[in-house]
């Protein structure tokens, strides 16, 4: 199975086998973790290993600190990263990767983020001082029986936007903002399919794309109620949505990654007219060429 493959089999799975995954399974996604691509090397990303996943998931929260859900998972992981500039978009980039690969191993996986204390999670880990916990999933096979099937119905029809994807003409534009994408490039389709599918906090989908020749612009809905104690994941999820389309241009043969620094945001939103309430974070040219 490789990523595109992946990227089009990954849902959110909310019920678990109990029974462990293979040690060199575990190895290689802990090994993916330390070795995932990064937009920007500078930032401390971790994606923690928690074999033993019951104390994990008895400390999971919403907004009681009591256990609820999860508790089957017997692995977890727990994204954290080093707070400063650009963090939320990089652990939502990276961890993604991790993900994937568990899913090309046959795992489930969900994204978890916010409905957590912070403190009780953090309990598990050595962290430095300015580090903080992003992001959870929870790692394991998929209960397939009737059980398992309809905890997860139930949880997906309950779970906020999840009766809807918006459709690429909802996402993509073409030279400017709001304009349609005219394109028969079907390499380019196939990748912003894959974008299309990446899994977004509460299933809001806040990511934007502009296409602009080899150019591609991304943008991030700016939502003020995605904002927890300093941790936007509106970001998380525009990262999310990044590493679909790196790895899916990488297979594809595109020798192109994303561009997070060394541009003018206000700059490529004036010029692309993008309206307020979107920030601009990435970058993306098929040529190598960088934006300045």
Same mark, same amino acid.
């Given at each position: ?56 998931? =008895? ?125 028969? =490039? ?25 296409? =602009? ?55 490529i939103a004036r010029e692309y007219v993008v309206p307020a309430g979107y ?14």
């Open positions: 199975m490789n990523y595109r493959e992946a990227i089009k089999r990954r849902f959110s799975i909310r019920h678990y086998e109990p029974k462990p995954v293979p040690e060199e399974i575990l190895e290689a996604i802990k090994k993916a973790g330390k070795s995932c691509t990064a937009l920007d090397s500078s930032i401390k990303v971790n994606c923690h290993l928690i074999r033993e996943g019951k104390g994990v998931a =008895d400390q999971m929260t919403f907004q009681t600190g009591r256990s609820w859900l999860f508790g089957s998972a017997p692995h977890f992981i727990i994204a954290t990263a080093e707070e400063k500039p650009g963090f939320m978009l990089e652990t939502g980039f990276r961890m993604e990767q991790v993900i994937l690969l568990a899913t090309r191993h046959g795992l489930g996986t969900c994204w978890i983020g916010g409905l957590f204390i912070e403190e009780k999670i953090s309990s598990f880990l050595k962290l430095a001082k300015n580090e903080r916990v992003i992001a959870i999933t929870p790692l394991g096979y998929p209960d397939t029986s009737f059980y398992g099937r309809t905890v997860h119905s139930v949880m997906h029809v309950a779970a906020p936007g999840s009766q809807r994807r918006k459709p690429l003409s909802q996402i993509v534009c073409g030279s400017k903002f709001g304009s349609a994408l005219e394109t028969n =490039d079907q390499a380019l389709l196939e990748v912003l399919e894959c974008t299309q599918l990446a899994p977004s906090w509460t299933n809001s989908q806040p990511w934007r794309f502009i296409v =602009d020749g080899n150019e591609i612009i991304a943008l991030a809905e700016i939502r003020s109620s995605r904002f927890y104690h300093g941790k936007h994941y509106y970001r998380l999820d525009l990262g999310i949505a990044m590493s679909h389309f790196y790895l899916a241009a990488k297979e594809l043969g595109w020798k192109g990654k994303w561009q997070v620094a060394g541009f003018d945001p206000a700059q920030e601009v974070l990435g970058i993306y040219n098929r040529s190598k060429k960088s934006h300045t």
